[in-house]
């Protein structure tokens, strides 16, 4: 299953894809990505305009020379066979080799003060609507399969009152969902326009087999700490040193990204995806301030997983940093234990005041000795035969 986000540029397919994608567990696609992997321009950033006239004449050259540039590389990159939300788009030559109109789902997004002049390139989303609209008069697709979200703003206003969906079912009738923002429509879609359209609440393992999405999300025992003010401002440099308080009370596995964290304000405002970089305890950081890489040892090799916390390991513990070389000590929260492939990561609150996820063989626990003994991982599998006939 694939769920296509379209739109201009500058209209937020990539924030919309990216938390759909993760509401979801399912994997990201841009598009785009075979062509900024080899673009390069001296413009500035701030000339938006310049860039994307630039891009857009590099693409066509290079999709003279070959057509498929764009369906290769996702195709050797992504699992297509499993469950994917690919943004960004345009040529109706590549729309068409990847849409099933039995099984896909399209989301067009509309921002309505997108200052920008459309490209030649973006001629390309109006035939794919009407592709589209030929497929649904012959009955091949659903109606329901098509989206159309139309926004004036990015983001909701602030507001006192509880957020809602303000779409109503004679709303919901028309070609176009027309929303406050992109905001509004991101979580209207999450939770309202998904299931209209009949998307199932299930992910994708890379062998195709289905998971039930609520094994992605798992309630922890909730603990206080605080939380780096730029991380709530989609890493603005002006919010560096402020912290919030807040209370950590899930973990999230999304297959091929870091273990996340979900965490409530004391406002009560929820925020989901919070690396371990963000968090700290404490009053104040001591050194070494760890870097990501350093403080999570490995990605989430899927999103079915369970957490323990268990009573014989509780108290301090030593770890070894290995980019570092480095020994800390800490303290034993709980174990993430993605079950299936024998995979685990145990969450520690370090002495510098971060949070790290790091395997048994880089924690000592009960602050034993910074040493590890040279034994070898145990690769057997211990089953015994069943007998003929039987289930065991």
């Known amino acids: 299953m694939k769920i296509f986000v379209l739109g201009r540029s500058r209209t937020g397919k990539s924030p919309f894809a990216q938390q759909v994608a993760r509401f979801f567990g399912a ?77 896909d789902f399209v989301v067009f997004l509309e921002h309505e003060d997108n200052g920008l002049t459309a490209t030649g390139f973006e001629q390309g989303l109006d035939i794919i609507r009407l ?45 176009e969902w027309c929303v406050p923002s992109l905001e509004h429509a991101i979580t209207d879609f999450c939770l309202v326009g998904s299931k209209r359209a009949g998307i199932p609440e299930v992910t994708a393992s890379p062998d195709g087999s289905r998971q039930n999405a609520r094994h992605i999300h798992s309630d922890i025992q909730p603990f206080r700490c605080r939380i780096r003010l730029e991380y709530l401002y989609d890493m603005d440099p002006a919010y560096l040193g402020q912290f919030r308080n807040c209370t950590v009370f899930a973990l999230s596995s ?55 916390s268990f009573a014989e390991l509780q108290g301090p513990v030593n770890v070894f940093i290995k980019q570092k070389g480095l020994w ?12 299936e492939g024998n995979d685990l990561l145990n969450l520690v609150a370090l002495a510098n005041g971060q ?36 289930n065991s």
């Open 27 to 103: 994997q990201h696609i841009m598009g785009s990505e075979w062509v900024r992997r080899q673009f390069t321009t001296d413009l500035p950033k701030s000339d938006r305009a310049g860039i994307v006239q630039a891009i857009t004449a590099f693409s066509l050259e290079k999709l003279r020379q070959n057509p498929h540039s764009c369906l290769n590389f996702i195709a050797g990159k992504y699992d297509l066979n499993s469950f994917c939300v690919i943004e960004g788009l345009r040529n109706p030559f590549d729309f068409i080799h990847l849409f099933d109109y039995r099984h």
């Open 131 to 175: 592709h589209l609209a030929y497929q649904q008069n012959l009955g091949l697709l659903k109606s329901e399969r098509v989206i159309s979200y139309r926004y004036r703003n990015f983001y909701d206003e602030p507001k006192n009152t509880p957020w809602k969906l303000l779409l109503s079912e004679d709303d919901r009738k028309q070609a």
């Open 254 to 308: 999304y297959e091929g990204h870091v273990p996340t964290f979900k965490i409530l304000l004391d406002d009560g405002t929820v925020f989901a995806y919070i690396p371990a970089t963000a968090l700290v305890h404490g009053t104040e950081s001591k050194d070494p301030q760890l870097e990501l890489c350093e403080l999570v040892y490995h990605n989430c090799p899927s999103g079915n997983f369970c957490i323990n």
């Open 328 to 339: 800390l000590e800490g303290e034993y929260i709980l174990t993430m234990d993605w079950y």
């Open 355 to 390: 949070y790290a996820l790091l395997p048994f063989h880089k924690v000592k626990f009960k602050n034993g000795p910074r040493e590890f003994s040279r034994f070898k991982k145990l690769r057997q599998i211990w089953t015994i035969p069943t007998p003929s006939g039987k």
